[in-house]
């Protein structure tokens, strides 16, 4: 019996191991860095497209920034003196009551239909307040008097010959942005139909969030120096405004860009320690 166990143990070590299944039958990660460059291409597209369409070719934005601009001060300063002269001082006009005005004329910079009529509350609750400290009466008819002052001077700060070859450059370029956005919008979707067919949504869009907003973010800032000098106008005045425009706009895309780096990076690490 035992010299039967030896020899069971003896031919034991003999036995071939079992064989592993062939490498074939194993699920394998494969890696996509052709599709993570696209992706960081499209997030590129549509930062630039999207934030140049919500800040530099909106007019209420634009109205916001020409309000304390150089442009803006000279129709505060208009307004503010034709109050004085009925006898309201102490410049009630400011940047924030005069920004629904110059709304309408940056809207006709971007060829768009200018709104009839602006709320004057704010502007007539200032020459209240102001004139009550005077002694002055302020009536209805100052009022719309005031409003209709404020409407033709932003109105005329956007007609001039500079600002009228200015507008139509301008509209060129909000109309081949829209281009642009739509398109890339367009083949994001198509990207992602294909990214979900390959199972390679979250990996794919990790690397190529972060590379895209770090790419976003160069351009940007190369942008934000260098725009004086890609903008000449034949007007010193209108290159200093569409150069304080864009870089406002600049400086939002760029902040975008830093947002999507962190997201980026967050995924990438999601997405790694949920395949390990």
Known sequence: MSDNSRMARYHS????????????????YQRRPALARWVAILV??????????????????????????TTGQKVINQLNNELESIGISGNP??????????????AQLYGESATTTVDSTALANAMSAQAQTVGVTVTSTMTAAIAKEARQAAKAAFTT????????????????NFLILMGSLLLALVTAIYAFSVHHVMASLGPGMTLGGLLTGLLGAAGYYFLPLVVPTASATVTNLVAT????????????GVVEIVLGLLIMLGHRTFRK
């Open 93 to 106: 006009v400011t940047s924030g009551i005069a920004q629904p005005y110059l709304a309408q004329g940056v």
């Open 245 to 256: 425009v864009g870089r406002s706009g600049l400086e939002v895309v760029i902040f975008a």
């Open 13 to 28: 070590a003999d036995q071939p191991a079992p064989q592993q299944p062939p490498k074939g039958s194993q699920p394998t």
């Open 44 to 69: 590129l597209l549509l930062t630039l497209t999207l934030g140049l369409k919500i800040t530099v070719f909106n007019a209420n934005y634009m109205a916001g920034v020409v309000s304390r601009s």
């Open 161 to 176: 010959p500079a600002m009228t070859q200015a507008s139509a450059k301008i509209q060129k370029l909000k109309r081949l």
